[in-house]
Nanobody
Framework: QVQLVESGGGLVQAGDSLRLSCEASGRHFSSYAMGWLRQAAGLEREFVAVISRSGGLTAYAESVKGRFTISRDNVKNTVTLQMNSLKPEDTAVYYC????????????????WGQGTQVTVSS
């Protein structure tokens, strides 16, 4: 019921900042919890951040806590991941995702996915 398109990925140096955006189209964007997940080469897809339907609750992976911030705008139908103090280990394809359940959990289980955007951090 929702289609997601990510943008904002690129090649940066360690310590730099980057902002990823996800634009959603479809029905009832505000009814979905929204998340960002990533998959590094050769590794499993992992949870990064999630935000509740109204934006009142957020959760982060321990590896990004304090550096990344997830936010959403239910009027513009967008979700953003602000990434600061980037590290080489942040290099991955980043996916925007939506879940029908309103439960905020640190898991990679989502119902709808974007195509992904590459983030590469050099040392």
């Amino acid at each position: 019921q929702v289609q997601l398109v990510e943008s904002g990925g690129g090649l940066v140096q360690a310590g730099d900042s980057l902002r990823l955006s996800c634009e959603a189209s479809g029905r009832h964007f505000s009814s979905y919890a929204m998340g960002w997940l990533r998959q590094a080469a050769g590794l499993e897809r992992e949870f990064v951040a999630v935000i509740s339907r109204s934006g009142g609750l957020t959760a982060y992976a321990e590896s990004v806590k304090g550096r990344f911030t997830i936010s959403r705008d239910n009027v513009k139908n967008t979700v953003t991941l602000q990434m600061n103090s980037l590290k080489p280990e942040d290099t991955a394809v980043y996916y925007c995702a939506a879940k029908e359940s309103g439960i905020v959990t640190r898991t990679p289980q989502y119902d709808y996915w974007g195509q992904g955007t590459q983030v590469t951090v050099s040392s």
